[in-house]
């Protein structure tokens, strides 16, 4: 398992969010908001390529 390093006042608001949220512990809050963020940039770049597919294949783009 990897560590991460994180500001003091932060790591309370984690805490503070995570335990209003109903995670089980600051960590899981941590796991699932990056797990979110990187599929939406990962899916981003996909959507990007379809969009230019899409472009070509009207021929505003070539």
């Known amino acids: ?3 991460v ?3 003091g006042e ?3 608001r ?3 969010v995570a335990e ?3 995670y089980a ?3 899981e809050f ?3 908001v990056l797990e979110k963020e990187m599929s ?3 899916g981003g770049a996909e959507d990007e390529e379809e969009i230019k597919k899409r472009l070509q294949g009207l021929g505003y783009i070539s």
Request: net charge neutral.
């Open 5 to 7: 390093k994180i500001d």
């Open 20 to 22: 209003a949220a109903g």
């Open 10 to 12: 932060l790591w309370d």
């Open 25 to 27: 512990s600051p960590e």
């Open 30 to 32: 941590v796991t699932h």
């Open 40 to 42: 939406a940039l990962e």
């Open 1 to 3: 398992m990897a560590k």
């Open 14 to 16: 984690v805490k503070k």
